[in-house]
């Protein structure tokens, strides 16, 4: 007997209620059919965080037509940008160096939503349609369990007797004919794609070739950047405590304030200009290589911008130790510790340091390069007479005398010293 028929029948008389992360798709339009088959009262939930085109009122319906006795299609975007793209901006979030995290910090929102409707519900199960061999299984799972952990997760592509009854594609619609369960009739793009309002992620099928390049047409959110404009845009983006709060575009300045639109706008101005693109082969927590193919205009602008302006207002050794706090993040982040208490740590560190990144920073946007032209803060740290080569000393607050230097030099290179005599007498170099 499989997992999910040993925890629907625990209790003859009432269903146990399960809140499934429902898309409407193929995967999980199964997934509710054959959990309300084996004995469950399936709610559906669906997370609006930005995804292009989508209709909830007809996922909604489908969901009811298949089976579910309830189906809430929540509109995250708000929180997801607040309470998670800012924060992986103000960190300067970047996986293995290049990637932006746009669906790993999407999960931890998505989980906390269906948790808060399976309490409603009075729902002991979760589940979800996350593949055994990809990240987001342990993201959901690990945010559920941090949240609720007297909720249970129940996961289709890991339970024997579902994966013996669906073993590809074909078996997965012969099901839907025989449950009558509609099916986009549209055929299927040879790729996978993850999208929200911070990015879309391409990969699987064709794109699992790591030398196969993309398609141009396969790309929503940039345009081709030897096609963007050959004018490009200037822009000025101004952030207090760390956070963006105003864009504006220098052309026509129009400027944007609330957190979500301020963003929408960063996605547009740097989507058109061919910004944030990368093809990448990143480490899945589960110890796999994937080949990934994302697309983060605004996240790619905004993590530029908020990284120069650290230059001009924060402390050096701050800078240092944020800077390895970022990496923590990141890996915490893509591995599905967001609620970890290791990461709340982190978190408020980085909003200790990030109380005086205030000011504002202009940028040029031109054909996929996002370069700074410049800079300012009234809480900056720079001093132009102090770093000048023309210009002795650097006021009595500094007292900065450049004949200090020597001292300095000297014994900083003392253990230098002692390293190239140790060497010279072992190895007799």
Same mark, same amino acid.
């Given at each position: 007997?499989?997992?999910?028929?040993?925890?629907?029948?625990?209790?003859?008389?009432?269903?146990?209620?399960?809140?499934?992360? %429902?898309?409407?798709?193929?995967?999980?339009?199964?997934?509710?059919?054959?959990?309300?088959?084996?004995?469950?009262?399936? !709610?559906?939930?669906?997370?609006?965080?930005?995804?292009?085109?989508?209709?909830?009122?007809?996922?909604?319906?489908?969901?009811?037509? *298949? #089976?579910?006795?309830? *189906?809430? *299609?929540?509109?995250?975007?708000?929180?997801?940008?607040?309470g998670y793209v800012f924060e992986s901006v103000k960190c300067n979030a970047l996986y293995e160096g290049r990637y932006l995290l746009g669906t790993s910090i999407a999960r931890? *929102?998505?989980?906390?939503?269906?948790?808060?409707?399976?309490r409603e519900y009075g729902a002991m199960y979760v589940a979800h349609g996350a593949t055994g061999k990809g990240n987001d299984q342990v993201r959901f799972e690990m945010c559920?369990?941090?949240?609720?952990?007297? !909720?249970?997760? !129940?996961?289709?592509?890991?339970?024997?007797?579902?994966?013996?009854?669906?073993?590809?594609?074909?078996?997965?619609?012969?099901?839907?004919?025989?449950?009558?369960?509609?099916?986009?009739?549209?055929?299927?793009?040879?790729?996978?794609?993850?999208?929200?309002?911070?990015?879309?992620? %391409?990969?699987?099928?064709?794109?699992?070739?790591?030398?196969?390049?993309?398609?141009?047409?396969?790309?929503?959110?940039?345009?081709?950047?030897?096609?963007?404009?050959?004018?490009?845009?200037?822009?000025?983006?101004?952030?207090?405590? #760390?956070l963006p709060v105003k864009m504006t575009t220098l052309s026509d300045n129009k400027t944007v304030t609330d957190p979500l639109e301020l963003f929408l706008y960063a996605n547009?101005?740097?989507?058109?200009?061919?910004?944030?693109?990368?093809?990448?082969?990143?480490?899945?927590?589960? #110890?796999?290589?994937?080949?990934?193919?994302?697309?983060?205009? #605004?996240?790619?602008?905004?993590?530029?911008?908020?990284?120069?302006?650290?230059?001009?207002?924060?402390?050096?050794?701050?800078?240092?130790?944020?800077?390895?706090?970022?990496?923590?993040?990141?890996?915490?982040?893509?591995?599905?510790?967001?609620?970890?208490?290791?990461?709340?740590?982190?978190?408020?560190?980085?909003?200790?340091?990030?109380?005086?990144?205030?000011?504002?920073?202009?940028?040029?946007?031109?054909?996929?390069?996002?370069?700074?032209?410049?800079?300012?803060?009234?809480?900056?740290? %720079?001093?132009?007479?102090?770093?000048?080569?023309?210009?002795?000393?650097?006021?009595?607050?500094?007292?900065?005398?450049?004949?200090?230097?020597?001292?300095? !030099?000297?014994?900083?290179?003392?253990?230098?010293?002692?390293?190239?005599?140790?060497?010279?007498?072992?190895?007799?170099?």
């Amino acid at each position: 007997m499989s997992e999910a028929n040993k925890k629907a029948k625990t209790d003859g008389s009432v269903k146990p209620k399960v809140v499934l992360a %429902y898309s409407g798709g193929l995967d999980t339009s199964v997934i509710l059919k054959w959990l309300s088959e084996k004995g469950f009262d399936v !709610i559906c939930f669906c997370a609006n965080v930005g995804q292009q085109g989508e209709d909830f009122t007809a996922v909604k319906a489908k969901a009811l037509s *298949c #089976g579910a006795i309830a *189906c809430h *299609c929540t509109d995250l975007r708000k929180e997801f940008v607040e309470g998670y793209v800012f924060e992986s901006v103000k960190c300067n979030a970047l996986y293995e160096g290049r990637y932006l995290l746009g669906t790993s910090i999407a999960r931890p *929102c998505i989980a906390k939503e269906q948790i808060r409707i399976a309490r409603e519900y009075g729902a002991m199960y979760v589940a979800h349609g996350a593949t055994g061999k990809g990240n987001d299984q342990v993201r959901f799972e690990m945010c559920a369990q941090a949240l609720a952990p007297e !909720i249970t997760t !129940i996961a289709p592509w890991r339970d024997a007797e579902f994966i013996e009854s669906f073993k590809g594609r074909k078996d997965l619609l012969a099901y839907c004919t025989k449950h009558g369960i509609p099916v986009d009739a549209k055929p299927k793009a040879n790729y996978s794609i993850d999208e929200n309002l911070f990015h879309t992620s %391409y990969e699987s099928g064709m794109l699992e070739d790591a030398a196969v390049s993309p398609d141009e047409s396969m790309f929503k959110m940039t345009t081709d950047p030897k096609k963007a404009s050959d004018v490009g845009d200037k822009v000025r983006i101004h952030f207090k405590a #760390g956070l963006p709060v105003k864009m504006t575009t220098l052309s026509d300045n129009k400027t944007v304030t609330d957190p979500l639109e301020l963003f929408l706008y960063a996605n547009e101005v740097a989507g058109r200009n061919g910004c944030g693109r990368i093809d990448i082969v990143e480490n899945r927590f589960v #110890g796999i290589k994937s080949r990934g193919i994302y697309e983060t205009p #605004g996240g790619t602008l905004l993590r530029a911008a908020h990284l120069d302006l650290e230059g001009i207002t924060m402390d050096r050794e701050v800078k240092r130790i944020t800077e390895s706090l970022a990496l923590e993040f990141s890996r915490l982040c893509y591995n599905g510790f967001w609620f970890a208490p290791e990461m709340d740590l982190i978190r408020n560190t980085m909003d200790f340091s990030q109380k005086d990144v205030e000011g504002s920073v202009e940028l040029e946007l031109w054909k996929g390069n996002i370069t700074v032209l410049g800079r300012e803060s009234p809480k900056s740290l %720079y001093s132009a007479d102090l770093a000048s080569m023309d210009i002795e000393g650097g006021g009595e607050a500094m007292d900065y005398n450049p004949a200090d230097s020597q001292g300095f !030099i000297r014994i900083n290179s003392v253990r230098l010293k002692m390293y190239s005599a140790l060497r010279k007498k072992f190895d007799g170099k």
